[in-house]
């Protein structure tokens, strides 16, 4: 199974010990980014920009709200999707490296949040027949008692809450866009990134 690719989004700024280990009531030891915050995207089809706008504020980019990205981005006509290479663009207007990167996997993804850097993906919800893309946040991930990586911590605009979701259904998700020919989903991460 060969899975998406991601966009890196990062910044020079040590945060300094951004993540917290702790055990879940379920006996899964969870890794997650201390304080992150989603907001709500409200009845908008702004969720990459919502979602962007999180991650830019954990990066320590001052923005007030995801209307202020959607003015450069997306169009102001119709109430549509946002798509990566903008979301890359807007990144680097911001001062932070950012780019795409192909053929990532949900290990990739965990060495990520290791760092404290959010990860952000973009799933298709739909079934086979239709489609509803939609960007969420990777924030921290759990596993097992022998290591297992079971559930990712979604912070997702879309109510503006912190969820788990199982690692086959998000991977599901997360291979299923159809746009084009590329799978895009987009990750935050450090200045070391190489486009690939």
């Known amino acids: 199974l060969i899975l998406p690719s991601y966009i890196e989004v990062s910044s020079l700024i040590n945060f300094g010990d951004t993540n917290v280990t702790y055990s879940t009531p379920s006996h899964l030891k969870r890794t997650e980014i201390k304080n992150y915050k989603i907001d709500d995207q409200g009845d908008t089809n702004s969720c990459g920009t919502t979602s962007l706008t999180s991650v830019l504020k954990h990066f320590g980019v001052n923005i007030k709200d995801h209307f202020e990205i959607d003015k450069s981005i997306r ?24 780019g795409l990167k192909k053929d990532s996997n949900v290990q990739e993804v965990a060495s990520f949040i290791d760092k404290g850097v959010p990860v952000m993906a973009l799933i298709d919800t739909g079934d086979k027949y239709d489609f509803n893309m939609h960007w969420i946040v990777i924030t921290g991930y759990e596993k097992d008692d022998k290591g297992k990586m079971k559930n990712f911590v979604i912070a997702d605009p879309s109510g503006g809450y912190t969820r788990t979701q199982d690692i086959e259904s998000f991977t599901e998700k997360w291979s299923n866009i159809k746009v084009g020919t590329e799978k895009m989903p987009v990750i935050g991460g450090k200045a070391t990134f190489k486009s690939g």
């Open 75 to 98: 169009s102001q006509k119709f109430d549509m999707f946002t798509a990566p290479g903008d979301i890359v663009s807007y990144a680097k207007s911001k001062g932070l490296n950012a």
